[in-house]
Every structure is written in C-alpha cells, then in structure tokens.
C-alpha cells in the first residue's frame, strides 16, 4: 500500500528511516506469507496426470511463461514471480490435501490456475480460511462468482451454453438436444446452464447421458441419448472422455452436431478425435491463440516462445498466460508493499484491465472479468478455425 507523506518533514523522516534500516523494511515484507523482496510465491494445484492431465499442463505452462516474461523485464517492484505446482489428478480430496500444503508447508501468498469445478469446489474453502486469493481457477462454475477471495477471469460456463443453444437454435433451427455430462460438480453446473437457455426458448433436453470422472466409460451415456435420436449434443466433460463419446456416437451411425465446452482442453480434444473430430465446435473463453490481428495473441506467443521453444499454441496455455498476466498486473498496482487483502482489493476496485487488448471488467459486486464467448470448430485436418455461425454437420 502506497503512503503519502504529510508536509516535507515527514517525507524527510521516512527517507532517512528507508536508508538507515533496510533490513526492517525486508523483515516487514517476509511477515506476508510468500512475500520478500525478492519475490512472490504462487501455487497451483491442478491434474498433471490422469485423463485431464493436458489441461494442468497447459494452465502451468501458460503462468509460467507469463512469470517469465514479468521476470525478465525485472520482476514487478523488482520481485520476481514464482509457482510451485502439485499434483491432484483432477480428484478433489486430494486438491483439498495439496491446498493444505501449499498454504502451511510451502507458504505461497495466493493461488493462481487451478484446474476444475470439483477440485476447487474442494480447495476454495481451504483458501477462504486462510485468506489466501484464488485466482483465474480453469472452471466457469457458478458457485465461484460469489466468493469473497476468488477472482474469475473467464466467462461462465452459463454464458457458454446460452451460446451454444443459441447458436444451435438460431443458426440451425435445431429443436432436439442432448446433454451428456461428467457426473460431478462440473457436469451439474454445465447442465443447470444448458437447463436455463433451454428453460429461456421453453424446450426440453431430448435426452441426458451421464458418465463417470476420471473414466472414459461413456457407452451408457451414449445410449441414454441415442433413444431420443437428437439433432445436436451438448457435451460437459475433459476431452479424452468426450473424444471417446464422439468417436462411439460416429461409430454406431448417430452423428448430430456436437457442441463443447472451453474446459474439454481443445487441442488435446482435436488429437484425440483425429479425423473423427471434423465438424466439432467448442465454445471458447480466450480469444483464438494465433490470431494475427490480436495483440495480446502475439504477446503470448512471444512469451510461449521465450520460455518453451517450439510448444504450440493452444487455448488453455492461453488462458494460463493471462492467468499469469492479471497476477503481474494486480501486484504492480498494489505497489512495493502487498498482501493478500491489499491484492484482492486492487483487482475487486479495478474497474477496467486492459491486457494489450483483452479487457477485463471487476467491480466489488463483480468478481469475473470477462464475459467473451468464441466460437471455433475442428476442421478435416484437425485444426481449429473460428466460426461466425454453425454450419449443417461435417462428415468425417
């Protein structure tokens, strides 16, 4: 917290103080956890393994060339920025185990990138305990919208599938759609979204498929819906299990449209489908990741770049860098003095965050940045184009 000096005497003092006892000065900011004057630590907790391992990956990957690029330009107020990241397997008992850890035992100041509904439905009240930030988690839950230290930077998962109704409705006039859904926080959530647009136009789902986390055995899913012989299909899960509904669904001679959420893990959805995945669309909350016309595109790609040679572009690792991007904002407003309240003060009272052309909007009733949803769809080689409007389904 900046402090402005009262008359020159007390500027005087204050200068006298700063050069006489600079070690007080460290010792006051080593008495905020993960804070000192020669860096913030940051934890992350998310899936590095199992069937959403890419999408840990990718947030982790995204934050750290974000540090990477604040540190080589010499850290914010001279601090560099730091994560250490565990592993939960996209289970949330042990997201609960590694937020513990990460707050008593490696002592970081605040959370960034976590990865999931389940997982930080778990985690959030650790933190809230605590008092200790959760920043830009990968989910677009709508419990998380409420909390005191949560910040949001995506859109919502319900703003994603009023899109997605929309676009199937209007664009193609399709009236009969399925939900399939991962059996747990997240695929509720999705499903109360889907059940809200659905409630808005005065429709029915045609039929709901549920399935197991953490598996891909989709099978039953795939018969639930198929009974009601749909015309499109929602589908709110990680994408080896959605790659595998996609691929089954194809297989057995149903092809509707499918339609997905941002938190599938895009890229790795399209390797998973290969030619299978023609005619997909997924609904994103990051602008698209190659754009040529987008600055703050070419700003992560530059960093990607910078800190990993060679990884590709992809739109979780996007969003991980303007994760990571927010957080180098947040602590240069916060000045040379931080702690978490201070933090998460300057972000709530930041009105309008501009992220070289990606804005960004919180207010202290408004804890969620952007409210951007994008269209994009796979194409016959497998790669991402955006879209303006849905188009009849592509045969693969």
């Given at each position: 917290?900046?402090?402005?000096?009262?008359?020159?005497l007390?500027?005087?003092?204050?200068?006298?103080?700063?050069?006489?006892?600079?070690?007080?000065?460290?010792?006051?900011?080593?008495?905020?956890?993960?804070?000192?004057?020669?860096?913030?630590?940051?934890?992350?907790?998310?899936?590095?393994?199992?069937?959403?391992?890419?999408l840990g990956?990718?947030?982790?990957?995204?934050?750290?060339?974000?540090?990477?690029?604040?540190?080589?330009?010499?850290?914010?107020?001279?601090?560099?920025?730091?994560?250490?990241?565990?592993?939960?397997?996209?289970?949330?008992?042990?997201?609960i185990?590694?937020?513990?850890?990460?707050?008593e035992?490696?002592?970081?100041?605040?959370?960034?990138?976590?990865?999931?509904?389940?997982?930080s439905?778990?985690?959030?009240?650790?933190?809230?305990?605590?008092?200790?930030?959760?920043?830009?988690?990968?989910?677009?839950?709508?419990?998380?919208?409420?909390?005191?230290?949560?910040?949001?930077?995506?859109?919502?998962?319900?703003?994603?599938?009023?899109?997605?109704?929309?676009?199937?409705?209007?664009?193609?006039?399709v009236?009969?759609?399925a939900?399939?859904?991962?059996?747990?926080?997240?695929?509720?959530?999705?499903?109360?979204?889907?059940?809200?647009?659905?409630?808005?136009?005065?429709?029915?789902?045609?039929?709901?498929?549920?399935?197991?986390?953490?598996?891909?055995?989709?099978?039953?899913?795939?018969?639930?819906?198929?009974?009601?012989?749909?015309?499109?299909?929602?589908?709110?899960?990680?994408?080896?299990?959605?790659?595998?509904?996609?691929?089954w669904?194809?297989?057995?001679?149903?092809?509707?449209?499918?339609?997905?959420?941002?938190?599938?893990?895009?890229?790795?959805?399209?390797?998973?489908?290969?030619?299978?995945?023609?005619?997909?669309?997924?609904?994103?909350?990051?602008?698209?990741?190659?754009?040529?016309?987008?600055?703050?595109?070419a700003?992560?790609?530059?960093?990607?770049?910078?800190?990993?040679?060679?990884?590709?572009?992809?739109?979780?690792?996007?969003?991980?860098?303007?994760?990571?991007?927010l957080?180098?904002?947040?602590?240069?407003?916060?000045?040379?003095?931080?702690?978490?309240?201070?933090?998460?003060?300057?972000?709530?009272?930041?009105?309008s965050?501009?992220?070289?052309?990606?804005?960004?909007?919180?207010?202290?009733?408004?804890?969620?940045?952007?409210?951007?949803?994008?269209?994009?769809?796979?194409?016959?080689?497998?790669?991402?184009?955006?879209?303006t409007?849905?188009?009849?389904?592509?045969?693969?």
């Amino acid at each position: 917290m900046r402090v402005r000096a009262q008359g020159a005497l007390a500027a005087s003092a204050c200068a006298v103080i700063a050069v006489l006892a600079p070690a007080a000065a460290g010792a006051q900011a080593d008495e905020v956890p993960g804070v000192s004057p020669e860096r913030v630590l940051f934890g992350q907790s998310a899936a590095f393994s199992g069937p959403a391992a890419e999408l840990g990956r990718g947030m982790r990957l995204g934050i750290q060339a974000a540090f990477k690029e604040a540190n080589d330009a010499g850290g914010v107020h001279g601090r560099r920025l730091e994560l250490v990241t565990v592993d939960d397997g996209y289970e949330p008992e042990d997201a609960i185990r590694n937020t513990r850890r990460l707050i008593e035992d490696e002592g970081v100041f605040a959370l960034v990138g976590g990865v999931g509904t389940p997982t930080s439905r778990s985690a959030v009240p650790v933190a809230e305990e605590a008092g200790v930030p959760y920043i830009a988690p990968f989910t677009g839950a709508g419990f998380l919208r409420g909390e005191p230290h949560v910040v949001n930077l995506r859109a919502s998962y319900a703003q994603e599938t009023e899109e997605m109704v929309q676009r199937l409705t209007r664009d193609l006039g399709v009236e009969r759609i399925a939900v399939v859904i991962q059996d747990d926080s997240f695929g509720r959530a999705g499903l109360a979204g889907v059940r809200a647009a659905f409630d808005r136009r005065g429709m029915e789902p045609v039929g709901i498929g549920v399935y197991p986390r953490n598996t891909t055995a989709v099978k039953t899913a795939i018969v639930d819906i198929a009974a009601g012989n749909p015309e499109a299909v929602i589908v709110v899960g990680a994408y080896q299990p959605v790659a595998s509904l996609i691929a089954w669904t194809r297989h057995i001679g149903l092809d509707p449209v499918f339609m997905t959420l941002s938190f599938v893990g895009s890229n790795a959805l399209a390797e998973e489908l290969g030619p299978r995945g023609a005619g997909v669309y997924v609904t994103q909350v990051v602008p698209f990741p190659t754009g040529r016309s987008s600055r703050v595109a070419a700003a992560y790609r530059s960093a990607l770049r910078a800190h990993t040679p060679g990884a590709e572009p992809g739109f979780v690792s996007f969003e991980g860098y303007l994760a990571g991007r927010l957080v180098s904002e947040a602590l240069e407003r916060c000045g040379s003095s931080v702690d978490r309240e201070r933090f998460i003060e300057v972000l709530r009272s930041a009105g309008s965050i501009d992220l070289d052309g990606f804005r960004l909007v919180f207010g202290a009733e408004d804890n969620q940045g952007s409210d951007a949803v994008f269209l994009t769809v796979i194409d016959e080689r497998g790669n991402y184009r955006s879209a303006t409007r849905l188009e009849a389904p592509a045969k693969p």
